[in-house]
Nanobody
Framework: QVQLVESGGGLVQPWGSLRLSCVAS????????MGWYRQAPGKQRELAAE???????NYASSVVGRFTVSTDFAKATTYLQMNDLKPEDTAVYYC??????????WGKGTLVTVSS
């Protein structure tokens, strides 16, 4: 069983910054991607940012230039540095791990609220 635990969410003012962390543990097979999805109230879950095991990142267009994903695949740990936060970034952020064998795991999520 693989477990993902997120931390770092909270309340931040517009244009502020937050850093999310996620650590995976358990019987982890070879990782294909590790990253972050988010779900705003009343909306579907969407990709925010992910890192491929090749070292290439992938970002949603709405976060390009503001968010940075970094991943230590050896430690199964990923971070999301979020700068210049906007109210529309308010969401529950979920850590995601996708193995090369096709198995996928999710964290329980951490709430990010951007409000003055």
């Amino acid at each position: 069983q693989v477990q993902l635990v997120e931390s770092g969410g909270g309340l931040v003012q517009p244009w502020g910054s937050l850093r999310l962390s996620c650590v995976a543990s358990g019987n982890i097979d070879s990782i294909f991607t590790m990253g972050w999805y988010r779900q705003a109230p009343g909306k579907q879950r969407e990709l925010a940012a992910e890192m491929f095991s090749t070292g290439s990142p992938n970002y949603a267009s709405s976060v390009v230039g503001r968010f940075t994903v970094s991943t230590d695949f050896a430690k199964a740990t990923t971070y999301l540095q979020m700068n210049d936060l906007k109210p529309e970034d308010t969401a529950v952020y979920y850590c995601n791990l996708y193995e090369k064998n096709g198995k996928e795991y999710w964290g329980k999520g951490t709430l990010v609220t951007v409000s003055s």
